[in-house]
């Protein structure tokens, strides 16, 4: 079992998620009440991490994070060294990978939230910000959750964008998907067979508490 | 003091203007599509129209002339959707309560405690909307309304959603709270009956377009067109001409029948007179000159409706019309009526209305 690949895992996860959610919920938020004619192109833009395979994304990303893009030189300059290949780079990596797994959940969520729901809360003197902290934002609450989770278990798995953008530097960018391929590159079935088991417990049982949860909250709010 | 209200719009087609008594209820009367809600969301501020002014009083809320559009949050409304919209994750409480965030917190427990108690559904306070009937959360969304001591409580089909004993029951019970907070308000429907037992002002609307506004007594007795008349289910439209009599007097001329009416211009003309206003002339009374209007037919259906019967009859000479009489069912058990008899029916000359809007097209 390899703790350290397991935990940078977590971690990553984590900051994923810290990073992704504030901004997933502006743009689900935007997305929900707004319409423009641009807008099913910035969408279909959101959602390519779904359709687009982990190698292409990873390939663009370390393309981007590279020292000949202007991204990585500035990166470079201010860190003294590549953003690809670090866990900063994970981070950023994951987080864009994660967007139409945060985004859409809590878009949806926002999206049903009726809108003569939104005009009572104006007709009850609410600011914008009453009303987006008292009204909205626990009506879209089961979205903003199974987003969190989505995000959150997705980044345990994710291998592709992770090897081409991260590479395999134990501590720094070595996560437990990559360590299973790992041990089991190298015959280690025990090894990669028990982390495995152990991605399948966290994942199943994260998903479905929050499931559980999101279904209580629903059925509280249900009219009768 | 009035609610002056000049509210036009290109689409949806919006051609509004009228003064609302401050101080009483006011019925949005029309049928689906007219503009009545459009109107109360415009008064609201949660609709932005092409050209609006909305004042009440010495204050106005909008105006388009000025780019002046005061946001929802900042006008004394008080709104009641037709489905509510009571948010769900907040109790019966903390739902009202939702209406005082601009009251010190200390505060707001007990005004809100009040306006459950005005909407009478205090015990319910700890409820969530889901756990209580449809009349009940429109008691909790009439009590989030008045929270805020609105200066225009705007109702949107407020009793659509519930059976008719709870309708009854709420009708008295907004009666009773409007002599309490003695607010202005404005209710949108499109049920006779309701503007008739709600409110005491009436604006009739039909495509966006206000047709006539006054008493609503007076309004839904009299229509003063034809469309107004079908809208308000005057079933006795028909066809006349208009002749000028010597002096100021004027006849009507239906078919061969001549009847007395007042009308100022000679001409082609569409007219009715309400079902109610149809009179029956009893049998065993002799009629004399004195009578006004007498228009003798044959009973050709009768129906059993409530309180009431309703009867079509074929007046002579005009076998295609058929003229619908109201009658109390006490009436009918003194004077049976039944298909084939002859009757006589008196049309009174005050209570004929002639339109001015003619639309040959329409049968006799």
Known sequence: MDWQAITLSLELAVVTLAVLLPLAIAAGYLLAVTSWRAKPWFEGLLALPLVLPPTVIGFYLLVAMGGQSWLGQWYERLAGHTLAFSFAGLVVASVIFNIPFAVQPIQRAFETIAPDIREAAQCCGLTFRQAFLRIELPLAWPGILSASVMTFAHTLGEFGVVLMVGGNIPGETKTVAIAIYDRAQAFDLAAAGSMSLLLLAISLVTIAVSYGYAERLMRRRRPA | MSIELELRNGGPRLDFSTSLPVGKITALLGPSGSGKTSILRAIAGLLRLDHERVR???????????????????????????????????????????????????????????????????????????????????????????????????????FSSVDRTTRGQLYVELLRLHERIAATIVVVTHDLDEAAQLASHLCLLHDGRLLQAGQAREELARPRSEEAARLLDMANVFDGHIELATGRRSVLRWGPHVLRAKHPAAGAVRWGIAPGNVLLVRPDKPWSEQLENPVPGIVMELILLGADALVWLAPEGLPDARVQMRLPLRALARHPLAPGQAVTVCLRGADLMIFADRDSSQGT
């Open chain 2, 56 to 158: 009440i009083g010495a204050e106005t809320w909008s105006d388009s002339r000025q780019g002046l559009h005061l946001p929802a949050r900042l006008r004394q409304v008080g709104f009641v959707s037709q489905h509510y919209a009571l948010f769900p994750h907040l109790t019966v409480r903390e739902n009202v309560e939702t209406a005082l965030l601009a009251v010190p917190p200390g505060d707001r427990g007990e005004r809100a405690r009040a306006c459950l108690a005005l909407a009478q559904i205090e015990r319910l306070d700890d409820r969530y909307p889901r756990e209580i009937s449809g009349g009940q959360r429109q008691r909790v969304a009439l009590a989030r309304a008045i929270a805020r001591e609105p200066r225009v409580l705007l109702l949107d089909e407020p």
